[in-house]
């Protein structure tokens, strides 16, 4: 699973965000120099769950790269 924050008013995306943890899933927020406003993805990413934090323009080629390469093998429980 992965989720992108962008641009964004308030911190709804925080909680959201943080089930997504906790569901083993990777998070990607956009920075705070190319956003509009910053709350959202500043939220996640002072809260630490941001994998990355990146400029508007990388992020579509961290998707793709996230999206293409090999699974990791989750031990069964």
Known sequence: MLAVVLTG???DGLRGCELVREAGGQIIVQDEATS????M???VAQ????D???PLDQI???IVRRATRAPS???SS
């Open 47 to 50: 809260a630490g769950l941001a």
């Open 41 to 43: 993805p500043g939220y």
């Open 60 to 62: 579509a080629r961290e």
């Open 52 to 54: 990355r934090i990146l």
């Open 73 to 75: 093998v989750r031990p």
């Open 9 to 11: 008013m308030g911190e």
């Open 36 to 39: 509009v406003v910053w709350g």
